[in-house]
Protein backbone atom coordinates (compact mmCIF):
# COMPACT_ATOMS: atom_id res chain seq x y z
CA UNK A 1 0.00 0.00 0.00
CA UNK A 2 1.16 3.05 -0.81
CA UNK A 3 2.28 5.93 1.27
CA UNK A 4 1.05 9.26 1.52
CA UNK A 5 4.02 11.01 0.31
CA UNK A 6 4.61 8.77 -2.65
CA UNK A 7 1.14 9.05 -3.28
CA UNK A 8 1.18 12.56 -3.81
CA UNK A 9 4.32 12.26 -5.86
CA UNK A 10 2.51 10.27 -8.08
CA UNK A 11 -0.05 12.69 -8.70
CA UNK A 12 1.06 15.31 -12.19
CA UNK A 13 -0.28 18.78 -11.62
CA UNK A 14 -0.09 20.56 -14.76
CA UNK A 15 0.87 24.28 -13.63
CA UNK A 16 -0.67 27.19 -15.74
CA UNK A 17 1.40 29.12 -18.39
CA UNK A 18 3.17 31.56 -17.07
CA UNK A 19 1.76 35.12 -18.22
CA UNK A 20 3.85 37.25 -20.71
CA UNK A 21 5.41 40.05 -19.11
CA UNK A 22 3.85 43.43 -20.82
CA UNK A 23 6.66 45.01 -22.79
CA UNK A 24 6.69 48.45 -21.18
CA UNK A 25 9.60 50.49 -23.33
CA UNK A 26 6.87 50.37 -25.97
CA UNK A 27 4.48 52.02 -23.70
CA UNK A 28 7.08 54.36 -23.02
CA UNK A 29 8.38 55.43 -26.38
CA UNK A 30 4.92 55.84 -27.18
CA UNK A 31 4.47 58.04 -23.90
CA UNK A 32 7.73 59.87 -24.49
CA UNK A 33 7.07 60.55 -28.67
CA UNK A 34 3.75 61.93 -26.87
CA UNK A 35 5.49 63.82 -24.63
CA UNK A 36 7.61 65.32 -27.32
CA UNK A 37 4.73 66.41 -29.59
CA UNK A 38 2.82 68.05 -26.44
CA UNK A 39 6.34 70.14 -25.54
CA UNK A 40 6.87 70.99 -28.99
CA UNK A 41 5.19 74.19 -29.64
CA UNK A 42 2.86 74.51 -32.48
CA UNK A 43 4.48 76.28 -35.56
CA UNK A 44 2.40 79.52 -36.05
CA UNK A 45 2.31 80.47 -40.33
CA UNK A 46 3.18 84.28 -41.00
CA UNK A 47 -0.34 86.35 -42.02
CA UNK A 48 0.65 86.92 -45.46
CA UNK A 49 -1.57 90.07 -47.40
CA UNK A 50 -1.41 92.07 -49.97
CA UNK A 51 -1.72 95.78 -48.93
CA UNK A 52 -4.57 97.42 -51.21
CA UNK A 53 -4.49 101.41 -51.80
CA UNK A 54 -7.88 102.89 -51.56
CA UNK A 55 -9.92 103.55 -54.82
CA UNK A 56 -9.97 106.83 -55.75
CA UNK A 57 -11.35 108.04 -58.92
CA UNK A 58 -9.98 109.36 -61.77
CA UNK A 59 -10.50 110.07 -65.49
CA UNK A 60 -8.15 110.77 -68.74
CA UNK A 61 -8.14 112.80 -71.20
CA UNK A 62 -6.15 112.30 -73.82
CA UNK A 63 -4.74 114.44 -76.65
CA UNK A 64 -2.86 114.26 -80.06
CA UNK A 65 0.33 116.06 -77.88
CA UNK A 66 -0.89 115.35 -74.57
CA UNK A 67 -2.48 113.93 -72.00
CA UNK A 68 -4.60 114.66 -68.73
CA UNK A 69 -5.43 112.76 -65.80
CA UNK A 70 -8.37 114.11 -63.20
CA UNK A 71 -8.28 112.35 -59.93
CA UNK A 72 -9.74 112.37 -56.33
CA UNK A 73 -7.09 112.80 -53.72
CA UNK A 74 -6.65 113.87 -49.96
CA UNK A 75 -5.54 117.54 -48.71
CA UNK A 76 -2.23 116.80 -46.21
CA UNK A 77 -4.34 119.76 -43.72
CA UNK A 78 -7.65 118.88 -42.14
CA UNK A 79 -10.30 120.58 -41.54
CA UNK A 80 -11.63 122.23 -38.54
CA UNK A 81 -12.85 119.28 -37.27
CA UNK A 82 -10.22 117.31 -37.52
CA UNK A 83 -11.52 115.71 -41.15
CA UNK A 84 -9.33 115.28 -44.07
CA UNK A 85 -10.40 117.66 -46.98
CA UNK A 86 -10.90 116.33 -50.18
CA UNK A 87 -9.69 117.67 -53.78
CA UNK A 88 -8.89 117.18 -57.07
CA UNK A 89 -5.06 116.70 -58.40
CA UNK A 90 -4.46 117.47 -62.33
CA UNK A 91 -1.56 115.49 -64.07
CA UNK A 92 0.00 116.75 -67.33
CA UNK A 93 2.24 114.12 -69.67
CA UNK A 94 3.10 114.72 -73.00
CA UNK A 95 2.89 112.22 -75.75
CA UNK A 96 5.85 110.17 -77.19
CA UNK A 97 3.96 108.33 -79.41
CA UNK A 98 0.72 106.94 -80.71
CA UNK A 99 -1.64 106.95 -77.08
CA UNK A 100 1.94 106.85 -75.70
CA UNK A 101 2.59 109.63 -73.12
CA UNK A 102 5.57 110.28 -70.37
CA UNK A 103 3.94 109.70 -66.85
CA UNK A 104 7.62 109.90 -65.68
CA UNK A 105 7.48 113.12 -66.40
CA UNK A 106 4.44 114.55 -65.42
CA UNK A 107 3.47 117.48 -64.15
CA UNK A 108 1.34 117.23 -61.02
CA UNK A 109 -1.00 120.16 -60.05
CA UNK A 110 -3.10 119.58 -56.44
CA UNK A 111 -5.90 122.02 -56.54
CA UNK A 112 -6.40 123.91 -53.05
CA UNK A 113 -9.38 123.56 -51.14
CA UNK A 114 -10.32 127.16 -51.96
CA UNK A 115 -9.36 126.80 -55.47
CA UNK A 116 -12.14 123.69 -55.84
CA UNK A 117 -15.51 126.45 -56.43
CA UNK A 118 -13.38 128.58 -59.08
CA UNK A 119 -12.55 125.87 -60.38
CA UNK A 120 -15.94 124.69 -60.56
CA UNK A 121 -16.95 128.05 -61.93
CA UNK A 122 -14.30 127.49 -64.85
CA UNK A 123 -15.82 124.73 -65.47
CA UNK A 124 -19.27 125.64 -65.57
CA UNK A 125 -18.90 128.37 -67.65
CA UNK A 126 -19.14 131.05 -64.87
CA UNK A 127 -15.92 133.08 -65.93
CA UNK A 128 -15.88 136.22 -68.13
CA UNK A 129 -11.66 135.75 -68.48
CA UNK A 130 -9.03 132.44 -68.30
CA UNK A 131 -8.75 131.24 -64.66
CA UNK A 132 -5.27 130.64 -63.41
CA UNK A 133 -4.13 129.62 -60.47
CA UNK A 134 -0.14 129.35 -59.40
CA UNK A 135 2.17 129.23 -57.15
CA UNK A 136 2.23 125.96 -56.36
CA UNK A 137 4.80 123.37 -55.35
CA UNK A 138 8.32 123.39 -53.83
CA UNK A 139 9.37 126.45 -55.67
CA UNK A 140 6.56 127.88 -56.37
CA UNK A 141 6.51 127.60 -59.85
CA UNK A 142 3.49 125.39 -61.06
CA UNK A 143 0.63 126.74 -62.62
CA UNK A 144 -2.33 126.16 -64.31
CA UNK A 145 -4.69 128.20 -66.98
CA UNK A 146 -8.18 127.24 -68.19
CA UNK A 147 -9.23 129.00 -71.20
CA UNK A 148 -12.82 128.71 -72.28
CA UNK A 149 -13.07 128.86 -75.95
CA UNK A 150 -16.55 128.17 -76.84
CA UNK A 151 -16.74 124.75 -77.95
CA UNK A 152 -13.50 123.43 -75.88
CA UNK A 153 -11.46 124.42 -73.02
CA UNK A 154 -7.84 125.14 -73.26
CA UNK A 155 -5.97 124.12 -70.45
CA UNK A 156 -2.41 124.60 -69.89
CA UNK A 157 0.09 123.22 -67.14
CA UNK A 158 3.06 125.10 -66.50
CA UNK A 159 6.03 124.23 -64.13
CA UNK A 160 9.36 126.55 -64.55
CA UNK A 161 9.84 126.83 -68.24
CA UNK A 162 7.83 123.70 -68.82
CA UNK A 163 4.65 124.10 -70.31
CA UNK A 164 2.07 121.31 -71.52
CA UNK A 165 -1.34 121.99 -73.20
CA UNK A 166 -4.67 119.94 -73.73
CA UNK A 167 -8.29 120.92 -75.45
CA UNK A 168 -10.48 119.56 -73.43
CA UNK A 169 -14.36 118.48 -74.96
CA UNK A 170 -17.91 118.73 -73.67
CA UNK A 171 -17.76 115.16 -71.82
CA UNK A 172 -14.23 115.38 -70.34
CA UNK A 173 -15.51 118.63 -68.85
CA UNK A 174 -18.45 116.79 -67.85
CA UNK A 175 -16.09 114.03 -65.90
CA UNK A 176 -13.52 116.71 -65.02
CA UNK A 177 -16.55 118.71 -62.74
CA UNK A 178 -18.18 115.59 -61.81
CA UNK A 179 -15.22 114.85 -59.26
CA UNK A 180 -14.48 118.59 -58.41
CA UNK A 181 -18.02 118.55 -57.16
CA UNK A 182 -17.81 115.16 -55.21
CA UNK A 183 -14.51 116.80 -53.20
CA UNK A 184 -16.60 120.16 -52.51
CA UNK A 185 -19.68 117.99 -51.21
CA UNK A 186 -17.48 115.92 -49.41
CA UNK A 187 -15.53 119.03 -47.73
CA UNK A 188 -19.05 120.64 -46.82
CA UNK A 189 -22.14 118.14 -46.12
CA UNK A 190 -24.04 120.59 -45.06
CA UNK A 191 -24.50 122.01 -47.96
CA UNK A 192 -27.28 120.47 -50.62
CA UNK A 193 -26.91 120.79 -54.14
CA UNK A 194 -29.16 123.89 -54.40
CA UNK A 195 -27.27 125.97 -51.97
CA UNK A 196 -23.68 124.99 -54.11
CA UNK A 197 -24.67 125.75 -57.08
CA UNK A 198 -26.24 129.42 -55.43
CA UNK A 199 -22.73 129.96 -54.24
CA UNK A 200 -20.49 129.31 -57.53
CA UNK A 201 -22.98 131.83 -59.18
CA UNK A 202 -22.34 134.49 -56.69
CA UNK A 203 -18.16 133.34 -56.13
CA UNK A 204 -18.53 133.06 -60.48
CA UNK A 205 -19.67 137.18 -59.73
CA UNK A 206 -16.80 138.33 -57.29
CA UNK A 207 -14.20 136.70 -59.37
CA UNK A 208 -15.12 138.49 -62.54
CA UNK A 209 -15.74 141.86 -60.66
CA UNK A 210 -12.41 141.28 -59.47
CA UNK A 211 -10.28 140.74 -62.38
CA UNK A 212 -12.36 143.31 -64.07
CA UNK A 213 -10.90 145.86 -61.41
CA UNK A 214 -7.26 144.19 -61.86
CA UNK A 215 -7.43 145.46 -65.35
CA UNK A 216 -8.83 148.85 -64.99
CA UNK A 217 -5.85 149.39 -62.28
CA UNK A 218 -3.07 147.95 -64.58
CA UNK A 219 -0.74 150.20 -66.30
Request: glycine letters at 6%.
Amino acid sequence: MLSILELAKSIQIELPEPMPTPVRHAKKSADRVEALVAIEPARTKKATYTETKPFRAKHHIYGLKAALTVEMDELRTKGDDGVVLQTVILEAATAVGPRTYDWDHKIAFQFMRRELPLLACALLGMLENPLELGNHGQEANKFVVIADQGEKLFVQVKQGARGIAVPVGPSDVHAWLDLVIRAMAANSPAMGEAIQLAILGRIAVMENMRVQKSKRSAP
